[in-house]
């Protein structure tokens, strides 16, 4: 019972993420763990029939999925109306702990750390410096922000911090946050002239992170406080930690100096994740699950065309792994796009082969009919290897469907292609270079 009570804490701090303060107050907050669920059978409960079927109609699937991920052993989650004398419900821990005294911990998610944030080009200074900001001793930076597009991984690098920072200084204290929180809280201590506590449990901790920074954009109240905690922070060398959806000099309806301050630490972003790195996000997720047999054309179709961010790409990994599970099917191309079909449809427009062998000629400089032609020449060779290579990965194409597009090859050529420009990319920066290039382009 503790291990399910344990894993409620998480999905609800999953579902608050990820369903925005609003949404989760009015429609998931209500929602308790009935006594009497087990590891395998999960019971949840509403105060009233509307509020059930609506949950039901919306997070039924979404319920799950979280649960599995926790708890692989789930079959099942129920959601339930309460009756009149309510069924005893668990006592779970709150969604977000706003501080943690020497001890204990916010509730940060044990599955966002640094082991598992995968690291390349375009996220590597924001996982560094995250790292060294949880490193013990005085910070080199404060604040930090971070920023992005939704689903890029900020919330992941600030969990990851918080739990490492508290590893390395058993002592500290920490609060973790959303900005619509901080700005909540410091209503009700408005409304109840209360100003100063709200003000001494922040400024008092070791390290302060707050997230979805552009939701007090037009908040002058809000603004001014936080403000001079920023300044509290700077001055007494503590750790500040920010995250927003923009830069701080992008932000809208925030006081310009307000946006200094932010800017006057490291100010990182992380880019789009690119093809490469949604490959291998998709390939650590599933390490996590060494049960899970997945094909590579599977892994390489999740990557190819859940482009929009990293969040969407593990949501559609974990609907096709659950969809598996209950329906004891083997994980196959058909049944990933049987399965995922809506979300592959919706989440990128379709790129042919036409188009890219249009994009090769062009960026090599070869005419289109020579990719197809029989010539050999390194200078048509290559240029026709790296299309056969990226007909692969960024469509769903069969191998002998790729093999007839270029003059009629066989399907064996098309994979000595794929091997080939994998090879040289490894050891050729020129290559490398040329088919990233080419992929941005295609995809965008």
């Known amino acids: 019972m ?13 579902l608050r993420r990820s369903a925005g303060q609003r949404l989760f107050d009015q429609w998931l907050k209500p929602v308790v763990l009935i006594k009497g669920s087990t590891g395998e059978a999960v019971r949840l409960g509403l105060p009233s029939a509307f509020m059930t079927q609506w949950v039901k109609n919306h997070y039924s699937e979404r319920l799950l999925l979280e649960f599995r991920a926790v708890l ?55 996982f560094n410096a995250a790292k060294a900001v949880a490193q013990p001793g005085m910070p080199q930076f404060s604040p930090l922000y971070l920023h992005s597009g939704t689903g890029q991984g ?10 490492a920072f508290l590893d390395a200084n058993p002592e500290a204290t920490a609060i973790y946050v959303t900005a619509e ?25 070791d390290l302060l992170m707050i997230d979805d920074l552009q939701f007090i954009g037009g908040k002058d109240a809000t603004q001014e406080e936080f403000f001079h905690t920023v300044n509290e922070f700077m001055s007494s060398g503590k750790r500040l930690v920010i995250a927003a959806d923009r830069a701080p000099q992008a932000l809208e309806g925030f006081e310009p100096r307000l946006a200094g301050r932010l800017g006057s630490g490291l100010v990182a972003d992380i880019k789009p994740a690119e093809l490469e790195l949604r490959r291998a996000i998709v390939a650590r997720k599933l390490q996590d699950m060494p049960a899970v047999d997945m094909p590579d054309e599977v892994m390489d179709l999740l990557a190819a065309r859940i482009t929009s961010n990293v969040r969407e790409l593990e949501g559609a990994l974990n609907r096709l792994l659950a969809y598996a599970n209950l329906s004891n099917e ?28 249009r994009a090769v000629s062009s960026h090599f400089e070869v005419k289109q009919i020579d990719l197809i032609s029989e010539r050999r020449a390194v200078a048509i060779a290559r240029p026709r290897q790296i299309a056969m290579y990226l007909a692969k990965r960024l469509t769903t194409r069969s191998l002998p469907e790729i093999g007839r597009k270029f003059g009629n090859r066989d399907h064996s050529t098309v994979i000595h292609a794929v091997k080939r420009i994998e090879e040289l990319r490894g050891k050729d920066v020129e290559i490398d270079g040329a088919v990233r290039a080419l992929m941005r382009s295609l995809e965008g």
Do not use: Y
């Open 72 to 126: 692989p052993e789930v079959l099942s989650v129920t959601i339930e109306t309460m009756a009149d004398e309510p069924k005893q419900v668990l006592k779970v821990e709150p969604v977000i702990a706003p501080v943690a005294t020497p001890g204990e911990r916010p509730a940060f998610d044990p599955r966002f750390s640094f082991e598992r944030f995968v690291v390349d080009s375009t996220n590597r200074v924001a």
């Open 154 to 163: 900020k919330t992941h690098l600030m969990h990851a911090l918080g739990q």
């Open 330 to 357: 083997t994980i196959t191309i058909d049944f990933a796009v049987a399965t995922l079909g809506e979300v592959l449809r919706s989440a990128q427009r379709r790129i042919t082969i036409d188009e890219i062998q």
């Open 2 to 14: 503790e291990a399910v009570s344990k894993a409620w804490t998480h999905v609800r701090g999953n």
């Open 181 to 205: 929180r901080f700005m909540f809280e410091f209503v009700q201590a408005l409304r109840n002239k209360d100003t100063h506590a709200f003000k001494t449990r922040l400024r008092s901790v």
